[in-house]
């Protein structure tokens, strides 16, 4: 007996050395599935008006099909999550990103209205929704000590992706035409996505069983959505990850507008433009706080840091509203304040399945993402229309700033001693 069981120790290692390996490379081929459908939300503004023009639409009805990206791409996740975790991630990633690409090389050939709706609209937001939560779900189970950086690692490859392909693509536009640039990028999108999540796997058994323990190394239970959405810690997430999504895109999606009503749009800046410079720091920096917060919520305590990041967007909007008379603090202002929104898609996954276990997280993912659909619809409309009711901007950045207070003190005050109860209580299978 002794003599068998000796072989047994060295093997364990190279187990954990080969996990450890595989789980890098889960990482990297996760980040590219994600950087492979990013573009068609962040490159859509410079589409709009090749689009306009071709089918010969206002803009007003041309922007009904963002909106239905952002719509199908949330709003539907649940489903999308239960069939991630029915048939496994590769099968539905692979068909995730290729109806993103085939979105586009769908939409390069329509004439009408409604089938730019269907293309890049429906198929493109189903597309990138399966996606975005299937990656998600995948990596809060290969890193179970480092959830919050795992999943802010794959964010910001959603967040930052379409970096790599803005400057390529803005060149295709003007000398091929939007048609032959729609097609072009969107056979490269489909290849490139299906070929990286040809490599995506769930953990080995013994490692998946090991990821089901939460940021404090204590074991949880894995619990199916019909059990989370039953409990009140759960229903308290979604409310902070959607006030979050509210607070930041009812600033945000008004930048533009807002920036030249404070008479900063056409001043120079460490010589060039305010807004463009803004702009370009903010999506830095919106990429940079995911798998930044995420890594510090793995060692300090998820609440502790969102505490720390949804304060720190609230204080800089109050000094961003301040100082608006000033370029050069309103474009690292700006900074700051996507540097304090854009950590919410790694705190809210890696602490939901710190509370509710790995088996069904994409699942249970797939329902909290829905809160971010709830913020996309809410944010932009309400502080368009704050502002045109009371004629100023200090009501919209004054209900942001409420919402980032008081989200902040609800994950401190609240959800931390509701967690502890709740992890501290007998477990439920």
Known sequence: MNTRSQPMTPAIGNVSTSTTH???????????????????????????????????????????????????????????????????????????TVMSGLSWVFASQVQSVPMLYLTYGVIGGLGTGIVYVGVVGLMVRWFPAQRGFAAGAVAAGYGMGAIVTTFPIASSLQARGVEATLWMFGIAFAVVG??????????????????????????????RPSQTLRTPIF??????????????????????TFAADFGVTKVLVFGMAALPL????????????????????????????????????????????????????????????????????????STLTDTFGTRHATENYGWLYISQGIGSILGGPLAALMHQHAGSWLPVFGAAITLDIVTALLAIAVLKPMRRRFLAAPRRV
């Not at 769930?202 to 090991?210: F, N, R, Y």
């Not at 800089?316 to 050069?328: E, I």
């Open 22 to 96: 595989n789980r890098w490379i889960q990482l990297g081929l996760g980040l590219v599935c994600m950087m492979a459908i990013s573009s068609p939300q962040y490159v859509w503004t410079l589409m709009t008006k090749p689009l306009a023009a071709k089918l010969g639409i206002a803009m007003p009805e041309l922007q009904v099909t963002f909106s239905l990206l952002i719509i199908l791409q949330t709003f539907f996740s649940p489903f999308q999550g239960k069939l991630i975790d029915r048939f496994g991630p590769r099968m539905l990633i692979s068909i995730g």
């Open 278 to 349: 803004a702009l370009t720091i903010d999506r830095f920096t919106n990429g940079l706080t995911r798998p930044l917060f995420g890594l510090v919520s793995d060692r300090f305590g998820r609440e502790n840091t969102m505490f720390f990041a949804f304060a720190l967007e609230g204080v800089a909007m109050t000094l961003w509203l301040f100082t608006r008379d000033n370029a050069v603090l309103f474009v690292l202002l700006s900074g700051v304040v996507f540097f304090g929104w854009g950590e919410i898609f790694s705190l809210f996954p």
């Open 194 to 223: 299906l070929l990286a999540s040809q490599g995506l796997r769930v953990p080995p058994a013994h490692d998946d069983a090991g990821a089901n323990v939460n940021d404090a190394g204590s074991a949880v239970a894995n619990l």
């Open 235 to 256: 229903w308290l997430m979604f409310a902070m990850m959607a006030m979050m999504s509210t607070s930041g895109l009812m600033v945000t999606s008004q930048m533009a």
